[in-house]
């Protein structure tokens, strides 16, 4: 089945998701599914019989736009990504700076001390606290800021970083 890109309004795609799903279970819609994703908001993926079938079915729903993105079905290689998600602690690395971006320390920087891949939980040291005071949180929480310190700036000086 063709896959067709739809601009929504943003914040209003888990209304437009349920509307649609009203709409698209109505006998010979021509609507088989809805597609959301937090990568990209304010559009919704629906699946159908085919673009015009899809848009008439779905003419009636107030946060999405009357027509399709395109005339062509987007291709499902392009939507893989979305469909397997990447788990949250690929790319962070013991020694990298981080940014906490939910939770009571919401805002502050870190440093990555320990990664725990089977729990995906990680340890970080808060880098604008007096003490250090190891912190253990979900890999969601973080988001990196820049590399391991020393690590990509050591040359062939031996101990010093130039």
């Known amino acids: ?37 937090e ?14 079938k899809v848009e008439t079915s779905l003419a009636g729903v107030k946060p999405l736009s009357a027509r399709a993105v395109g005339t062509d079905a987007v291709p499902i290689d392009e939507l893989s990504g979305l469909l397997n ?13 981080v940014e906490i971006v ?5 805002g502050l920087k870190a440093k990555l001390t320990r990664v725990e891949d089977s729990s995906q939980d990680i340890t970080v040291e808060v880098l604008e606290s007096s003490m250090t005071l190891p912190i253990r949180i979900h ?12 690590e990509k700036n050591k040359g062939d000086y ?3 970083n130039l």
């Not at 998701?17 to 021509?30: C, F, I, R, T």
């Not at 990568?39 to 015009?52: N, T």
């Open 85 to 97: 998600p990447r788990p949250a602690i690929e790319g962070l690395e013991i020694g990298a700076i």
């Open 139 to 150: 890999a969601d929480y973080v988001k990196k800021v820049s590399d391991p310190i020393g």
């Open 158 to 160: 031996g101990k010093f």
């Open 1 to 37: 089945m063709p896959i067709y890109l739809f601009r929504a309004k943003k914040g209003q795609e888990k209304s437009l998701a349920k509307l649609a799903d009203l709409k698209g279970s109505k006998q010979d819609s021509g609507v088989y599914a809805v597609l959301l994703s």
């Open 39 to 52: 990568a990209h908001k304010g559009y919704a993926f629906v699946e159908g019989d085919s673009q015009m």
């Open 102 to 106: 939910d939770g009571p320390f919401k």
